[in-house]
């Protein structure tokens, strides 16, 4: 649910989403091999762990965590009254559940799987896109 700066917001609903990651290499060669299924794995790994899921950004100003226990998950959005079972339910460190902060926080959860895997030596920059339909997404850039 995309909340707005009025205090309106869109209706629950789902999404899904596709996810590409480009890495720009420094050096090509034998001695530069970057083991691709290590990245995949970790891909793989981060949209297992959204799929399915409840994404909701903590940080947005329009929102109130009423209650929240094992079970259930009590909050308010936009003044409306949401209870749901915890376990569904991925509370996201950013302000709204737009593709914008779902592509940096989808990049920075993949590269803390990756500990270390990607080093400035060997990589450049890498580049995250979600995107929730073809040329409706964002993408995420940073250098190494």
Not at 11 to 22: E, K, Q, S
Not at 118 to 134: C, H, Y
Request: aromatic letters at 8%; glycine letters at 8%; one cysteine or more.
């Amino acid at each position: 649910m995309t909340v707005f700066p009025d205090g309106s917001k869109e209706r629950l609903h789902g999404h899904n989403f596709h996810v590409r990651v480009t890495i720009v290499l420094k050096q090509v060669g034998f001695e530069h091999f970057l083991d691709i299924g290590i990245l995949k794995r970790a891909l793989e790994a981060q949209c297992r762990e959204w799929n399915e899921a409840f994404l909701l950004g903590e940080s947005c100003p329009r929102l109130e965590i009423v209650r929240r226990d094992e079970a259930e998950i009590e909050f308010r959005l936009c003044g409306k009254r949401y209870v749901m079972p915890s376990d569904e339910v991925i509370l996201l460190p950013v302000d709204n559940v737009v593709v914008e902060n779902l592509t940096v926080e989808f990049g920075k959860r993949w590269l803390a799987r990756l500990d270390g895997v990607l080093t400035a030596e060997r990589v450049s920059s890498v580049e995250v896109d979600v995107r929730e339909l073809p040329g409706q997404g964002g993408s995420w850039t940073f250098a190494l």
